[in-house]
C-alpha cells in the first residue's frame, strides 16, 4: 500500500527539554496506525508537527505528499485533527457547530449520514455545555471527519471515558476506517492500541522504540504463555511435556497450567482430543503490549515520564 504519512528523523525542542529525539515511522493508507506510549512521551508533540500544527527543528515530513509547511492550506483540506484537549462554545448546539466546521471546507462531508453513523442524529439541537462526556468526543470525532478528511489523527480520544463509551467510540472508530480513512491513533491504553491498530509504534522519552502489530509486538517481548483448564479426567504429564514449545505442566488444585510457546492452545487441546480429554474452564495467557513496552524500555508504560514532553 502507498504511504499516507511518512515522518523521517524527526527531532523538537521546547528550550532545553527534548520532547521528540529522531522519530522515523511510515503509515500506509488505509491502516489504523498507533502511536503508543506513557504520558509525556512525546507522542503529541510527534503528531501535532506531522499536521502542521507545530513547526519541528529537524526532519522531513510527508502527508498524502504534501509538506506540512509548504502545503499548509492543501494539508489542511484533506487532514482532520481530533486534538487531546479542546474547548468549544457551550451556548451552540451540535447542529450549529457542525455546520460551522463543515462551511471551512470545499468539499465537505454529508452532515445527515455524519451525524447519523456517529450516533450524533438525535442530538442535532442539544446545546454543547449539555452533552455527556462521551457525546462530547464523538462530537471531536466528527469534527475531526467533517472535511471530509483521506487522514484523521484522534489524540486521546477516550481519555475520561467510562468503559462503555470507550467500548462505543472503538465501534465508531472501525465505522470510520471503514469509510476509507487513514487514522493516526495516539494513546497511552495498551487495551484501545490492541483492539484498533493495525501496527503500533512504541514511544518512550521521545523516540521510537519499536514498531510492529500488536501481536508481532508482544511475541518479540520474549513472554511465555500459560494454558490453565480443568480436565475432565486425570492423564499422565507426559502427554503434554513433550509437545513442541511446552516448557513445564504443573498442577494447581483441579486446574492444570501449561507454560510454553508458539502455537500453544492449539497444540494442548489437539493432544488432549486426541486422547479422549475435554479441557474445560480454558484460558490463554499471552504476553501484550504491556510486556512489550516492559521489554523495550525497562519501565512500565503507567510510569511517569520525563517532565516537559507532550
Same mark, same amino acid.
Given at each position: 500500500?502507498?504511504?499516507?504519512?511518512?515522518?523521517?528523523?524527526?527531532?523538537?525542542?521546547y528550550g532545553s527539554t527534548i520532547a521528540v529525539d529522531d522519530v522515523?515511522?511510515?503509515?500506509?493508507?488505509?491502516?489504523?496506525?498507533?502511536?503508543?506510549g506513557p504520558n509525556g512521551a512525546g507522542k503529541t508533540t510527534t503528531?501535532?508537527?506531522?499536521?502542521?500544527?507545530?513547526?519541528?527543528?529537524?526532519?522531513?515530513?510527508?502527508?498524502?505528499?504534501?509538506?506540512?509547511?509548504?502545503?499548509?492550506?492543501?494539508?489542511?483540506?484533506?487532514?482532520?485533527?481530533?486534538?487531546?484537549?479542546?474547548?468549544?462554545? %457551550?451556548?451552540?448546539?451540535?447542529?450549529?457547530?457542525?455546520?460551522?466546521?463543515?462551511?471551512?471546507?470545499?468539499?465537505?462531508?454529508?452532515?445527515?449520514?455524519?451525524?447519523?453513523?456517529?450516533?450524533?442524529?438525535?442530538?442535532?439541537?442539544?446545546?454543547?455545555?449539555?452533552?455527556?462526556?462521551?457525546?462530547?468526543?464523538?462530537?471531536?470525532?466528527?469534527?475531526?471527519?467533517?472535511?471530509?478528511?483521506?487522514?484523521?489523527?484522534?489524540?486521546?480520544?477516550?481519555?475520561?471515558?467510562?468503559?462503555?463509551?470507550?467500548?462505543?467510540?472503538?465501534?465508531?472508530?472501525?465505522?470510520?476506517?471503514?469509510? %476509507?480513512?487513514?487514522?493516526?491513533?495516539?494513546t497511552h491504553y495498551m487495551d484501545e492500541a490492541e483492539r484498533l491498530?493495525?501496527?503500533?509504534?512504541?514511544?518512550?522519552?521521545?523516540?521510537?522504540?519499536?514498531?510492529?502489530?500488536?501481536?508481532?509486538?508482544?511475541?518479540?517481548?520474549?513472554?511465555?504463555?500459560?494454558?490453565?483448564?480443568?480436565?475432565?479426567?486425570?492423564?499422565?504429564?507426559?502427554?503434554?511435556?513433550?509437545?513442541?514449545?511446552?516448557?513445564?505442566?504443573?498442577?494447581?488444585?483441579?486446574?492444570?497450567?501449561?507454560? %510454553?510457546? %508458539?502455537?500453544?492452545?492449539?497444540?494442548?487441546?489437539?493432544?488432549?482430543?486426541?486422547?479422549?480429554?475435554?479441557?474445560?474452564?480454558?484460558?490463554?495467557?499471552?504476553?501484550?503490549?504491556?510486556?512489550?513496552?516492559?521489554?523495550?524500555?525497562?519501565?512500565?508504560?503507567?510510569?511517569?515520564?520525563?517532565?516537559?514532553?507532550?
Amino acid at each position: 500500500m502507498p504511504a499516507a504519512i511518512e515522518v523521517s528523523h524527526l527531532r523538537k525542542t521546547y528550550g532545553s527539554t527534548i520532547a521528540v529525539d529522531d522519530v522515523s515511522f511510515t503509515v500506509t493508507e488505509g491502516e489504523i496506525f498507533g502511536i503508543l506510549g506513557p504520558n509525556g512521551a512525546g507522542k503529541t508533540t510527534t503528531v501535532e508537527c506531522a499536521v502542521g500544527l507545530r513547526i519541528p527543528d529537524r526532519g522531513r515530513i510527508r502527508v498524502l505528499g504534501l509538506d506540512p509547511r509548504a502545503d499548509r492550506e492543501q494539508l489542511h483540506a484533506i487532514v482532520g485533527v481530533q486534538l487531546q484537549a479542546s474547548t468549544l462554545p %457551550g451556548p451552540l448546539r451540535v447542529g450549529e457547530i457542525l455546520r460551522l466546521f463543515r462551511s471551512f471546507y470545499r468539499e465537505p462531508a454529508d452532515l445527515g449520514e455524519l451525524m447519523g453513523t456517529l450516533g450524533l442524529a438525535d442530538h442535532r439541537d442539544v446545546y454543547y455545555k449539555s452533552l455527556s462526556g462521551g457525546l462530547k468526543q464523538r462530537l471531536s470525532v466528527a469534527l475531526a471527519l467533517v472535511g471530509n478528511p483521506r487522514v484523521a489523527v484522534l489524540d486521546e480520544m477516550t481519555t475520561g471515558l467510562d468503559p462503555q463509551a470507550r467500548r462505543d467510540t472503538w465501534d465508531l472508530i472501525d465505522g470510520v476506517r471503514d469509510r %476509507g480513512v487513514t487514522i493516526v491513533l495516539v494513546t497511552h491504553y495498551m487495551d484501545e492500541a490492541e483492539r484498533l491498530c493495525d501496527r503500533v509504534a512504541l514511544v518512550d522519552r521521545g523516540r521510537v522504540v519499536a514498531i510492529d502489530t500488536p501481536e508481532g509486538l508482544a511475541d518479540r517481548a520474549g513472554v511465555d504463555k500459560q494454558v490453565r483448564f480443568v480436565p475432565s479426567t486425570r492423564f499422565d504429564d507426559h502427554l503434554l511435556t513433550g509437545l513442541p514449545g511446552v516448557h513445564s505442566v504443573e498442577h494447581d488444585g483441579e486446574h492444570v497450567v501449561v507454560t %510454553g510457546s %508458539g502455537e500453544l492452545a492449539n497444540a494442548v487441546i489437539l493432544a488432549l482430543a486426541a486422547a479422549g480429554i475435554q479441557a474445560r474452564d480454558l484460558r490463554l495467557d499471552s504476553a501484550n503490549l504491556e510486556d512489550a513496552f516492559v521489554e523495550f524500555t525497562g519501565r512500565h508504560l503507567r510510569e511517569p515520564a520525563g517532565k516537559g514532553r507532550r
